[in-house]
Structures are given as structure tokens and as C-alpha cells.
């Protein structure tokens, strides 16, 4: 899915909760897009990792330094044509309306899924700095997607695969609004 000068590289935010399979269904995503992946937890400021890892949730001042760089990703990607998939939670609104700041055509998929399910994935993770006693605050503070927000939501419990395909089928779906 390659920009032509008419159609915008895309760019894609997937969103969601730790535990929910957002850099997993990035990966396959940006593999079908032909995009680059960028995994939003690397983009962390040092002292946000520590936190997370203390079991501190972030508060909005902690996260605008954190999405401020990944808009500034995305506007480059968006400035060269350059197609790119980026994890981030993106719980709230206020923070994809300072992502879509980096273009009006960025598109969300929100992938969501039971407590449950989260709760088990982030138990059996050994490999990340977030602790599974922070799911709580991230259910609590995410704001699900709008209809007017470019967004689509696609179910945690599927297989990764499944929910790329999926998400590819409905972003071949969206008009561009080609404006920056």
C-alpha cells in the first residue's frame, strides 16, 4: 500500500491498553502496509520507563513530552510520504487529537480486550517494564475512540494476524482528507 501522489502514505496509530497485542498487530500491520514500524514504548523518556516500572501511573504532564515525539514521527513520515505504523496507548482523546495534529488522515486501530485476557497477557510477560498493577489506571483513564475520531476497534482476542487483516481491509476503506 504504497503512497501514489494522489493517496497519502498511510499512517496508523494502534492503540490500546498494555497487554491488548498493540506492538504484536503493529508489526503485521506495517509487514501488509509495506510501512515502517515504530514501537512507542522505545520512544519513552527515561524517567517515564522508571516510573511505569515502579508501578506509577503516568499522569498527562509525564505522557506530552512522550507523544509530542511520536507526532513529530509521524509529521516527518507524513512530510516524506513515507508510510508508518506506530504503537502507542493513545487512551485519551486529548492525546490522539495532539497525534492527528501530524496529519488529518492518521487513523487509529483501537484494539481492545477483556480484563481478563489483559490481565492474563500482562501476568505472563517477563520482557516489559510496565506491571500488570498498572492495567487498572490505563482502563480507568481510556477514552474510547469516537465515531468522528478515524478510529475502528477490533477485539484483543483474536489472533493478531486476523485483527491486522481486518484492520488492513478497513483502512483501505477510508477516504483521504489530504490535508497536513
Keep these: 500500500m504504497n503512497a501514489t501522489h494522489d493517496t497519502p502514505a498511510p499512517l496508523v496509530v ?4 498494555s497487554g ?4 504484536t498487530v503493529g508489526r503485521l500491520l506495517a509487514d501488509q502496509l509495506r510501512a515502517e514500524f515504530v514501537e512507542g514504548d522505545e520512544l519513552h523518556p527515561p524517567d517515564n520507563v522508571a516510573r511505569m516500572a515502579a508501578g506509577v501511573p503516568l499522569t498527562d504532564d509525564d505522557r506530552r513530552g512522550w507523544l509530542l515525539t511520536i ?4 509529521a516527518a513520515a507524513r512530510d516524506a510520504q513515507h508510510p508508518l505504523v506506530v504503537s502507542c496507548s493513545a487512551l485519551k482523546r486529548s ?15 483501537h484494539v ?4 481478563s485476557l489483559l490481565e492474563a497477557r500482562l501476568r505472563a510477560r ?3 517494564f510496565m506491571p500488570p498493577s ?12 469516537g465515531p468522528d475520531e478515524r478510529a475502528q476497534t477490533f477485539d484483543a482476542a483474536l489472533p ?3 485483527i491486522a487483516a481486518q484492520a488492513t481491509a478497513w483502512l483501505a476503506t477510508l477516504p483521504s482528507t489530504t490535508s497536513p
Excluded: I, N, W
Design 160 to 162: 493478531p494476524t486476523l
Design 20 to 23: 491488548c497485542g498493540k506492538s
Design 71 to 74: 507526532a513529530a514521527r509521524l
Design 14 to 17: 494502534v492503540m490500546g491498553v
Design 112 to 115: 481492545h480486550g477483556e480484563r
Design 126 to 128: 517477563t520482557d516489559h
Design 95 to 109: 492525546y490522539r487529537d495532539l497525534l492527528r495534529g501530524a496529519s488529518h488522515d492518521l487513523a487509529f486501530v
Design 134 to 145: 498498572l492495567l487498572a489506571s490505563q482502563l480507568q483513564t481510556l477514552e474510547l475512540p
